[in-house]
């Protein structure tokens, strides 16, 4: 089915075993830890997978601007496909935000303007971070984790872009 | 709060004054530490603005004046085209408050560009929209001029950006 086990009674999971190293199958066989809340989703992509999606998702929204029928085409702006949604959203210095979701989810674009207002926020007035790197800032990471949960919550009937 | 950064800036000057001793010296300073600022600040600016993308140079300056410095000054300098070729363009501050504290320069430093920092923030905010431009201040109040002015030279022609877009 595609699905992995994320988190279990709201502790992350990582491949068979949870952050303090406890493994999942044996947990979950256990009848002494029931009732358990289990949340499932699709697999985290790593980050070698995630600089590999950017890499030729950037050449095919390059070459897709070009070969557009529409004169002044601003680019891909999503990917339908029968598992996900890629959305992108191209700010006009040229950064991409990509967000794959649910086909049925819905406020990607409002969602996608959200981040933009958080990359500015917490990345770019950190003096700290250098332009084009990986963004390791704490701040960014909570807020676009609060983005992420009010996207998710509002589910299929979110409001529109 | 706008006190507090304009007494920052006063002290930022100030500092560097003391650090270099050349006026010219202090002006790139300020210059390239706009830069630093204005390459972040756009993303801000068109994060918080959501406007459409500018046409024209003349649209560009309209924004830069109307919209970004009435968001982060508080002030809208009025703006006028300086060249038949369309591409140079003057701002006109009759208020600055960064220079609210500041009666006039002192002799020594007479050639110095105290707002110099505004103008490296424009600079490196147009070239975050891939607008290469040159920006410098053409009459400056605190050096005995009618009004300040800040000139913006666009240096490419709009038609290249195509070739250029990511």
């Known amino acids: 089915v595609g699905h992995a086990v994320l988190a279990i009674n709201g502790a992350e999971v990582n491949g068979r075993f949870t952050a303090d190293g406890k493994d999942v199958l044996e947990f979950l066989g256990n009848p002494a830890n029931y009732p358990v809340s289990i949340r499932f989703g699709r697999h985290r992509l790593s980050s070698n997978e995630k600089l590999m999606l950017a890499s030729m998702f950037h050449s095919l929204f390059a070459i897709g601007s070009q070969l557009s029928p529409e004169v002044g085409s601003s680019g891909i702006e999503m990917l339908e496909t029968d598992t996900f949604k890629l959305h992108c959203f191209q700010t006009l210095t040229g950064i991409k935000f990509v967000v794959l979701a649910d086909p049925r989810q819905a406020g990607i674009d409002s969602l996608l303007r959200k981040i933009y207002e958080i990359y500015s926020d917490f990345a770019l007035k950190n003096p700290f971070y250098s332009l084009e790197m990986p963004i390791r800032c704490e701040l960014f990471d909570q807020n676009l984790k609060l983005a992420l949960e009010v996207a998710e919550k509002a589910g299929p009937f979110g409001p529109g872009s | ?166």
């Open chain 2, 1 to 166: 709060s706008r006190e507090l950064l304009v007494l920052t800036y006063g002290a930022l000057v100030a500092q560097l004054c003391k650090d270099y001793e050349k006026d010219e010296d202090v002006n790139i300073c300020l210059d390239r530490m706009g830069y630093g600022i204005g390459v972040r600040l756009i993303d801000d600016f068109l994060a918080r603005s959501a406007v459409k993308k500018c046409r024209s140079y003349s649209e560009t300056a309209d924004m830069i004046a109307q919209v970004a410095f009435k968001m982060y000054l508080g002030v809208t300098p009025s703006v006028s085209c300086s060249s038949a070729a369309g591409n140079e363009f003057s701002l006109i501050l009759d208020k600055n408050p960064l220079v609210d504290f500041v009666e006039e320069l002192p002799a020594e430093r007479a050639s110095l560009c105290y707002c110099n920092l505004l103008c490296g923030v424009i600079r490196g905010a147009l070239e975050m929209v891939h607008l290469a431009a040159e920006v410098t201040f053409l009459q400056d109040r605190l050096k005995g001029d009618a009004v300040t002015e800040i000139g913006i030279t666009f240096l490419r022609k709009a038609e290249d950006r195509k070739h250029k877009r990511n």
